[in-house]
Nanobody, 117 residues
C-alpha cells in the first residue's frame, strides 16, 4: 500500500509563487509516472502536469511556462513549482502516482491553493 501526502498549499496573491510537494510512503513499492491534478468548485478534475520516472514532462497548456513539475526518485517525492499564479489557478490540487509494476493508481488527499486578485 502506498500513501501520498501533499503539502505546500495556501493563500497567495496573483503573480506570487507556491511550491507543492507530494511524498509517497509505504513498503516495497516502485512508482512510475506521477502527476498533479486540480479540481475547482463545480468543475471536473483536470491534469495539470505529469512526469515519467525518466523525467519526461507534460503540462496543461494554460500552465506552460509558469509551472514546473519535478521529482526526486530517491525520496519518492514529486514537486510542483507554481509561478505567476492567477486567480483561475484556484483549486484543490491532488497528487497522483502509478505503481510501476502493479499499475495501481494512487491519490493524495488534496491541498487547497487559493489565489486572490
Amino acid at each position: 500500500q502506498v500513501q501520498l501526502v501533499e503539502s505546500g498549499g495556501g493563500l497567495v496573491q496573483a503573480e506570487e509563487s507556491l511550491t507543492l510537494s507530494c511524498a509517497a510512503s509505504g513498503s516495497g513499492f516502485s512508482l512510475g509516472a506521477m502527476g498533479w491534478y486540480r479540481q475547482a468548485p463545480g468543475k471536473q478534475r483536470e491534469l495539470v502536469a505529469a512526469i515519467t520516472s525518466g523525467g519526461n514532462t507534460d503540462y496543461k497548456d494554460s500552465v506552460k511556462g509558469r509551472f514546473t513539475i519535478s521529482r526526486d526518485n530517491v525520496k519518492n517525492t514529486v514537486y510542483l513549482q507554481m509561478n505567476s499564479l492567477k486567480p483561475e489557478d484556484t483549486a484543490v490540487y491532488y497528487c497522483n502516482a502509478k505503481g510501476s509494476t502493479s499499475g495501481y493508481i494512487y491519490w493524495g488527499q488534496g491541498t487547497q491553493v487559493t489565489v486572490s486578485s
